[in-house]
């Protein structure tokens, strides 16, 4: 059953799952040969790349307002689960997601993030 199990998971229809499981339960080291390859094929096979095709052109996912409040679908959610699945963070769509969250949610005044979008001109009050 043990072996089943891992050649379950070591299945290359699901890279992220298979990169996961040569780093994280097997130990493979993260310049191995095979490893490299299977991090490759994240970007080309799987969740990752069917996430980027939905993705809007400003970098959003469905409604851009809603980026948080879209539960499961909207960009932070997405966001989400691209680093969980392992996304390259240098691919372009995974960056504009990451500027758009930055451009629309930040509160540059106290650095913090909104749920909805930032105003540009955050004048928060500072009394408790």
């Not at 699901?14 to 097997?26: A, D, E, G, K």
């Not at 980026?67 to 959610?77: A, E, I, M, P, Q």
């Amino acid at each position: 059953m043990v072996q089943e199990t891992r050649d379950w998971l070591l299945e290359e229809e699901n890279p992220s799952v298979r990169y996961l499981t040569l780093t994280s339960l097997l130990g493979h080291a993260e310049d191995s040969s095979e490893v490299r390859r299977t991090r490759d094929e994240i970007m080309k096979r799987g969740v990752v790349p069917a996430l980027l095709d939905l993705q809007n052109d400003d970098g959003s996912w469905g409604k851009p307002e809603r980026f948080y409040t879209d539960k499961y679908r909207g960009t932070v959610w997405n966001l989400i689960v691209l680093a969980e699945m392992r996304a390259d963070p240098e691919d372009p769509g995974v960056k504009k997601a990451c500027e758009f969250i930055l451009s629309n949610s930040q509160e540059t005044e106290l650095g913090g993030f909104r749920i909805l979008e930032a105003p540009r001109d955050c004048q928060v009050s500072r009394e408790v």
